[in-house]
């Protein structure tokens, strides 16, 4: 299937590695020029040089910096010509006990994973309904649909996110102008983010990460984890010019775990 999408830029945040790089393969793959941004200049280097050896037609540009900052985000937003695509990705704040927590955390979590987004958003979403097509697709997590206990950092923010998207991508004005705002909740997958949870479970329950992971994948009816390239590309079929009618929905990928019907 021909996604529609050869020769539009995309925006995509947190992409060296895990989730984000699924994405930014993806549309790559589609024919999409990227712009990748991460904290890690080496990573990101890396992960940039294989999306051109990927698809050479299409432009790749790294740019290194905390995309939860202003500064950081001014020199991402710079980098692409424009955002036609925005995949927002942040790292997840770290688990832990909220009696441990303080405001600093939580303003921190808010800013990383609620208010970054709403700025990126912010920032493109006007140009996106003046051309006629923008798609914003914001990673969250499945906890949002089925808390974690130890990620009340991440419960709170990314929940607060999906609050604000249900109400702007409902607004006439975009969704009329064939732009679309969905988030992705991922379930169990293999990136860095699950290993860091499972050990702190881990060591709270004073268990083997590795006796934790087999409990988790127990409640997948898939039986396995996810992998970023299939989150990718269901990133990138959100992206297409055929899913002009989703909108202001949150798609959950966790290989059937969620035992509720809505």
Sequence with gaps: MDLGLKGRWALVCAASKGLGKGCAKALAAEGVNVVI???GAEGLE??????????????????????????????????????????????????????????????KAVDANMLTPIELIKATVDGM???????????????????????GLSNG??????????????????????????????????????????RAQAQRAGKP???????????????????????GAMCAFLCSAHASYVTGQNILMDGGAYPGTF
Excluded: H
């Design 157 to 198: 923010a990314r929940s607060g996110l999906t609050g604000f998207v249900a109400g702007v991508a409902r607004q006439r004005r975009l969704a009329a102008c064939n732009v679309t705002i969905n988030n992705l909740l991922p379930g169990v997958f293999d990136t860095d983010r699950i290993r860091t949870t499972t």
């Design 46 to 107: 890396a992960t940039a040089a294989e999306l051109r050896a990927l698809a050479a037609a299409v432009q790749v540009k790294a740019v290194a910096g905390d995309i939860t900052t202003p500064e950081g985000r001014a020199a991402a937003l710079t980098a692409c010509p424009q955002v036609d695509i925005l995949v927002n990705n942040a790292g997840g704040p770290p688990p832990g006990d909220f009696r441990d927590w303080s405001r600093e955390d939580w303003v």
């Design 37 to 39: 941004t991460a904290r």
């Design 129 to 151: 309904a003046e051309r006629g097509f923008g798609r914003i697709v914001n990673i969250t997590s499945g906890a949002v649909k089925a808390p974690i206990d130890v990620l």
């Design 209 to 231: 990460e590795a006796e934790l992971i087999a409990m988790r994948l127990a409640t997948v009816p898939a039986g396995r984890l996810g992998t970023p390239d299939e989150f």
